[in-house]
């Protein structure tokens, strides 16, 4: 059966970047289960795998730009560190949710933590890098009416309600 739109899809993967550094892999006792045509994966990797089968091995490389997007240096910005209450721990890697001027909010990472000041950044961690992913479809399916309406896969490699 072929990966198309509404099928749902069950996959190995490993992600590696440009200097081959393993990001990502799937256990092998459980692959990634997707709902095609949903925006449950990035897109780059979902128009990569477009027409495959079960079986398929194939390589994907995806641009930044169709991944987690470019890097924007107007998303990392440095605060004082009073910003945080007195007390708490903030160290490299943390994540928190901050407000944004219209009322939202964001995640940010923390990057960088000096006495006074602490560096956040909003930009996902792989934003501004191509990816470059080893993929074997294991089997695809057409979706249950219940995924549809969900949006996502059930079951086995997928959303387990």
Do not use: C, W
Not at 29 to 56: C, F, M, R, V
Not at 67 to 95: C, H, N, W
Not at 132 to 149: I, Q
């Amino acid at each position: 059966m072929e990966i198309k739109a509404d099928r749902v899809v069950r996959m190995d993967y490993e992600l590696k970047d440009d200097e081959g550094t393993l990001l990502d892999k799937s256990p092998e006792d459980a692959p990634l289960a997707y709902l095609h045509g949903h925006k449950n994966i990035i897109p780059g990797l979902e128009q990569g795998l477009e027409g495959e089968s079960a079986g398929t091995e194939k390589d994907v490389t995806v641009v930044a730009a169709d991944a987690y997007g470019e890097y924007k240096p107007e998303l990392r910005q440095e605060i004082d560190r009073s910003m945080f209450p007195e007390g708490t721990p903030v160290d490299v890697g943390m994540r928190f949710r901050a407000g944004t001027p219209d009322g939202g909010q964001v995640v940010v990472r923390v990057t960088d933590v000096a006495d006074d000041k602490v560096t956040v950044d909003a930009n996902h961690e792989l934003a501004g890098r191509n990816l470059n992913f080893k993929v074997k479809v294991r089997d695809v399916r057409e979706a249950t009416k219940e995924e549809l309406e969900h949006g996502h896969a059930h079951g086995d490699g997928g959303v387990q309600h």
